[in-house]
């Protein structure tokens, strides 16, 4: 069964640092892996899709990379600003047997950027 | 605009009283699925569609129904809803060429069941 662990839980950061953010799976039968982002009592809105063929997906700011053999991918916000602040959570879509097509997400990363 | 929508976004209730939670797609996707989301673990699979009348059970399937009889149509339904089901509530949608699409989620039905 596919597990998805994200680390930190919680990170609290300063305006303008970089940071990373990092999801690990135990599963690398994955056909894509998917940041979202969420809002407190919000839904969830994807920031990056990586597929199992990639290393890496860039959009604005945000840098993922994704190594499949290792079951890793981070996730780089660069000059961090307090719009940032929101959960971030990894997911990754299966690719095997009957669980074809689902996401398993991990626990997420609760990021705050203070002024 | 491409949206998933989800209706009720709020709905206290009491243990037994049958409902439903509607949720709508408007991108043609053929993958439709349901999820929960609980403080400490996380969000799970309720029950999944891979078209219209295809539904197989997620990771937490006992207690809720679901059907799809239109392709844009993926309702949830409580048939006797107890205080376990709880939950903040999401629908997602999404194509079917596995590696490139994203999935697609709702604005999220908080239920609270008395």
């Known amino acids: 069964k596919q597990e998805v662990t994200q680390i930190p839980a919680a990170l609290s950061v300063p305006e303008g640092e970089n940071l990373v953010l990092n999801c690990s799976f135990t599963?690398?039968?994955?056909?894509?892996l998917q940041w979202f982002r969420q809002d407190p009592g919000k839904g969830l809105t994807s920031l990056l899709l990586?597929?199992?063929?990639?290393r890496e997906q860039t959009s604005g700011r945000l840098n993922a990379s994704l190594d499949k053999s290792s079951g890793r991918s981070t996730l780089y916000i660069a000059a961090s600003q307090p719009g940032d602040s929101a959960t971030y959570l990894c997911?990754?879509?299966?690719?095997?047997?009957?669980?074809?097509?689902?996401?398993?997400f991990g626990q997420g990363t609760i990021l705050t950027v203070h002024p | 605009e491409a949206q998933v929508t989800q209706n009720p976004r709020y709905l206290i209730t009491v243990t037994g009283k049958k409902l439903t939670v509607t949720c709508s797609q408007n991108?043609?996707?053929?993958?439709m699925s349901w999820y929960r989301q609980d403080p400490g673990l996380g969000l799970r699979q309720i029950y999944y569609?891979?078209?219209?009348?295809?539904?197989d059970k997620g990771d937490v399937p006992e207690g809720y129904k679901v059907s799809r009889k239109e392709k844009r149509n993926f309702p949830l339904i409580l048939e006797s809803p107890s205080p376990n089901q709880t939950s903040l509530y999401f629908c997602?949608?999404?194509?079917?060429?596995?590696?490139?699409?994203?999935?697609?989620f709702g604005p999220g039905t908080r239920l609270t069941v008395l």
């Open positions: 599963d690398s039968a994955i056909y894509n």
């Open positions: 997911a990754v879509k299966d690719a095997g047997g009957t669980s074809y097509g689902k996401l398993t």
């Open positions: 569609s891979m078209n219209v009348e295809v539904t």
């Open positions: 997602a949608s999404s194509g079917w060429a596995s590696s490139t699409d994203t999935q697609y």
């Open positions: 990586i597929q199992s063929s990639q």
């Open positions: 991108m043609n996707h053929e993958y």
